[in-house]
Each structure stands twice: as structure tokens, then as C-alpha cells.
């Protein structure tokens, strides 16, 4: 099953087209073209967006305007390591993203909120989207940090077991905490105004690298 392009972006509300990075409007991920949205309940369709709408709309824009594929899925996932305890991946040969919605089913997962752990996978695998077509861009400063990030991680949490997890773990937890604003989260803060920026340009009808 392959995405259909996210027309829906053509008919989102025009305050778009006035956002900054500091803005966080109402979300819908049903706006966007994910297949796969059968699988979920109300509720946890409910609790994604409640997770999402923490997510500035420009985030998703930028994934989405390409075309790229992302879906819902139950069961394995395919060509990952670890398959037993994976529940989203993020391919980078073609920036496609798939999502377990049984997690019931994923070993090590005990507990918790199934749909806002659905939405933290999106973010997730999004970060990884984002690190790989925008780390060359940051500063020095901010790469640096980055590093710091993994460095201080590694030992404690099994998600940041090398920089790339490190960067996409810190990516969701950024927009989750609603922008934390301190040293840690430099590299964040300069990617989201980057993605803002590139968003602005999208909807004057420029083309984003």
C-alpha cells in the first residue's frame, strides 16, 4: 500500500502561512496522508492528536509536502534489527516511516498509553528524518552539543545507544516538553527554525531544499 501525496495540505487553514517557530496550532494527523489510520480506535486516534497538537503544524509540512510514505502497521517490522522490540522505523533510503500499533504484542512493552506512545514513535522517527537531511546545517556549537547529549545518555538510557537515537529521543522529547529552553536543547531550538523557515518558503510557493 503506498501513500497517497498529502493534499490535504492545500487546504489547510491559511494562518498557516503566518506561523513562526513559536507557534503551535491544532493538529489533526488525519489531515495528513498516513495510511494504515484503520487500525486505531477512536481512542488512541484521540490520544495521538492530543500528542501531536504539541507538534508545530511546519514539522509535519515538511514531511509530508514530498510525498514520503509513512503507515501504520501491525506485526513485525521489516528489515530492522531488532524485531521483537521494535515499534517504529525510520527507512532512510527512501524516508519512509512505519509504526506498530499493536504494541501489546512488541517484547518489553508493559504499560502505558498506546496512543500517546503511537504519537512519541512518530516523533521519534521523524527526528531521524530530520537529523539526516539537517545536521549538516546546524552550527558548530549546536553538533557539539549533540554530542554532549549522547555522551551524557549513553550509560543510562538504552534509547540513546549511539548519536542518531540520541538525536531522534531528544527530538520528541523537545516538542513534547513544549520547548525546554536551555543549553541541552540548542540543537532543537536551530532545528526548528530551520524546518519553520523552510515551511514559510513552502507555502510562498518556493521550493524547499
Request: charge should be negative; proline fraction near 1%; aromatic fraction near 14%.
Amino acid at each position: 500500500m503506498f501513500i497517497r501525496k498529502a493534499l490535504a495540505l492545500l487546504c489547510l487553514t491559511g494562518v498557516l502561512t503566518m506561523m513562526s517557530a513559536s507557534t503551535v496550532l491544532a493538529l489533526d494527523f488525519n489531515n495528513y496522508g498516513v495510511d494504515g489510520k484503520e487500525l486505531l480506535d477512536k481512542q488512541e486516534i484521540y490520544d495521538i492528536n492530543w500528542y501531536m497538537n504539541r507538534v508545530p503544524d511546519y514539522v509535519l509540512n515538511e514531511y509530508f509536502s514530498k510525498g514520503y510514505h509513512m503507515e501504520f502497521m501491525t506485526g513485525y517490522l521489516k528489515d530492522v534489527e531488532t524485531p521483537r522490540t521494535a515499534m517504529a522505523c525510520y527507512y532512510s533510503d527512501n524516508n519512509e516511516i512505519n509504526i506498530r500499533t499493536d504494541l501489546e504484542n512488541v517484547d518489553g512493552f508493559t504499560c502505558g498509553n498506546k496512543g500517546i506512545w503511537i504519537g512519541r514513535n512518530m516523533m521519534h522517527e521523524l527526528g531521524h528524518y530530520y537529523y539526516a537531511k539537517y545536521k549538516s546545517q546546524l552550527s558548530d556549537e549546536a553538533k557539539e552539543q549533540m554530542h554532549l547529549n549522547y555522551i551524557s545518555r549513553k550509560d543510562w538510557d538504552s534509547a540513546c545507544y549511539n548519536e542518531n537515537e540520541t538525536f531522534a529521543t531528544c527530538f520528541a522529547k523537545f516538542y513534547e516538553s513544549c520547548y525546554h529552553n536551555n543549553l541541552e536543547d540548542l540543537p532543537y531550538r536551530e532545528l526548528d527554525n530551520i524546518i519553520s523557515e523552510g515551511n514559510s518558503r513552502l507555502w510562498d510557493g518556493q521550493t524547499m531544499n
